[in-house]
């Protein structure tokens, strides 16, 4: 049975929150390759973050690793998406999540956790200024090469453990920050291999609207 829960919607609770997930639709040739090599819609992902508050003159920012940046930055939400029209979708993530895990004395128990959204973009604050790594690119697109994959370390590749490193690009960082602070986005995959395609399939998101 399915019941209904309005979220409230005023200054205290924008239309966009603190932690939401922007997935975009990009359109230039970077794009495009990272987007025929993934098999999905998306090429690039960052976090929503209000730079002070929620106040109507407050700073809505796009929080993102990107390579014409040369790295991690914030950008104001506002001017990108006048810039690139019906290209941003958001997604939220479930504001709380039950895990079922088994314990030797109570048999299956159910844990409920919390969403924090402003620890998880703290967390991706953190990581702006780090440079872009192309290399991280590089092994995600040979994960798809007939032959190379055979390389690959399976062990490695579905590692769920949160791993600290100093090479990021725009996926990656989102689960790295979501990972540190109790979310794992996508299971069974590492946070170093994540591709937006990931996130956009995540039971933990959920599509809301795209950003006109």
């Not at 999540?97 to 620890?119: F, H, S």
């Not at 490193?165 to 291999?193: I, Q, R």
């Amino acid at each position: 049975m399915k019941h209904l829960i309005y979220l409230p919607y005023d200054q205290a609770h924008p239309l966009i929150e603190e932690g939401d997930v922007l997935l975009c639709r990009g359109k230039k040739w970077f794009s495009f390759f990272i987007k025929q090599i993934t098999q999905s819609p998306y090429s690039h992902v960052g976090l929503a973050s209000w730079h002070n508050g929620h106040d109507p003159e407050d700073i809505l920012e796009i929080v993102e690793f990107h390579l014409s940046s040369g790295g991690g930055v914030a950008k104001n939400l506002k001017n990108v998406a006048a810039i690139k029209p019906n290209t941003i979708d958001v997604y939220r993530p479930s504001p709380y999540r039950i895990d079922l895990k088994y314990d030797e004395v109570n048999g299956v128990v159910a844990q409920q956790t919390e969403y924090n959204g402003k620890a998880v973009t703290d967390t991706m604050r953190g990581l702006t200024a780090l440079h872009y790594s192309l290399l991280n690119i590089g092994m995600v697109a040979r994960g798809y090469m007939f032959g190379l994959r055979l390389l690959n370390n399976v062990n490695l590749m579905s590692d769920d453990s949160l791993q600290q490193s100093g090479s990021y690009v725009c996926s990656t960082s989102v689960a790295h920050s979501a990972n540190k602070n109790g979310w794992d986005f996508v299971k069974n995959k590492s946070d170093s291999l994540t591709e937006p395609g990931d996130l956009a399939n995540s039971p933990l998101l959920n599509y809301l609207f795209s950003i006109e």
